[in-house]
């Protein structure tokens, strides 16, 4: 078989130099967090949509600001509140008085990078307003649809779902999303750092674009070429279907969640400086890719098992390819 390799308008070069630049653009903003940042650049080369939790105040919406502030494209900020309304997102048809016909006015997901803050304190009604766009890049008001613009990313974040005033995503919600990242807390060091470079002049007004929308696709389109062998993609396969069967688990992982976690290792090898997957790929990013796409089981949850537990005790009993 003839291996397929990046395509000849990116190179693993210019992939490299765009992503460091972004890439310390980022951590020095977002302080002692360098695998954060990485899983982020990972799902922004792989076209994903990604998912920030964690408790209030450890950075995740300056993670997704820092992100978007990199790229010079159009950036859109929702915050999710309980009368936020569907139609806030996607846009409404108003009619003109003056041509007596009806104008589509464009909502805030209309942009190539859209931050939604406290995705989870919206009722489930607005949440699932950004189903169809994150999903088919598109958008149905009325019975017409409006393609939504190249690249488009969803970087969203929530509080965990036990805190007052949050509403859980559903599953088909929380299947869209790439990859599901958790700031945590800093260690002590990276804290003291940001004390005394954030007491000030906030970093964010420092950060300059190191990049547009234009080159963040070339480089999505690029990094979809990467070659992963039969025996990978078996790998990936395996890996999925052993999650259905699990008596641990009472959902296992949709065969989307197969397509994203292959796209997501084609990004991690791309990053890694390489134009083929490997298996490592694809094991250190099976925690963030699935995790919040599978439900424990009963007694799992009595237990006390967490999703990342379970799918590291199936990734020790599927078969690695040679």
Not at 36 to 51: C, D, E
Not at 137 to 151: A, C, N, S
């Amino acid at each position: 078989m003839e291996r397929v390799v990046v395509d000849p308008g990116i190179g693993l070069d210019e992939l490299h130099h765009v992503t460091a630049e972004i890439e310390r653009a980022m951590t020095a903003v977002i302080e002692g967090k360098d695998d954060v940042v990485r899983t982020a650049l990972t799902v922004l080369l792989a076209g994903g949509h990604l998912l920030i939790e964690d408790v209030p105040g450890v950075g995740k919406t300056m993670l997704a600001k820092t992100l978007a502030r990199t790229v010079d494209a159009t950036v859109h900020r929702i915050q999710f509140t309980p009368d936020l309304l569907p139609s806030d997102i996607t846009g409404v048809s108003v009619f003109n008085q003056d041509t007596h016909a009806f104008e589509f006015r464009r909502g805030a997901v209309f942009a190539n990078v859209v931050v939604g803050d406290e995705i989870n304190r919206a009722s489930p009604k607005t949440q699932s307003a950004l189903l169809e766009a994150m999903e088919e890049r598109q958008v149905t008001v009325d019975g017409r649809t409006y393609p939504l613009p190249d690249p488009f990313l969803v970087m969203a974040t929530q509080n965990p779902f036990e805190m007052e005033g949050t509403y859980p995503l559903p599953e088909a919600q929380r299947d869209r999303f790439m990859a599901r990242i958790s700031m945590g807390y800093p260690d002590p060091s990276a804290e003291l750092r940001m004390l005394a470079n954030h007491g000030g002049r906030p970093p964010l007004d420092d950060l300059v674009a190191v990049t547009d929308a234009a080159a963040v696709t070339r480089l999505v389109r690029g990094v979809e070429s990467l070659y992963a062998s039969p025996a990978l993609r078996q790998y990936v396969v395996d890996l999925v279907t052993a999650t259905r069967s699990s008596p641990h688990l009472r959902l296992g992982a949709s065969p989307r969640a197969g397509l994203q976690l292959l796209r997501a290792a084609r990004a991690h090898a791309a990053l890694a400086g390489r134009d083929h997957v490997l298996p490592d790929d694809v094991q250190q990013l099976l925690t963030p890719v699935l995790a919040h796409r599978v439900i424990l089981s009963g007694d799992a949850e009595l237990s006390g098992s967490t999703p990342a537990e379970v799918l590291a005790t199936i990734l020790d009993s599927v078969r690695v390819p040679g």
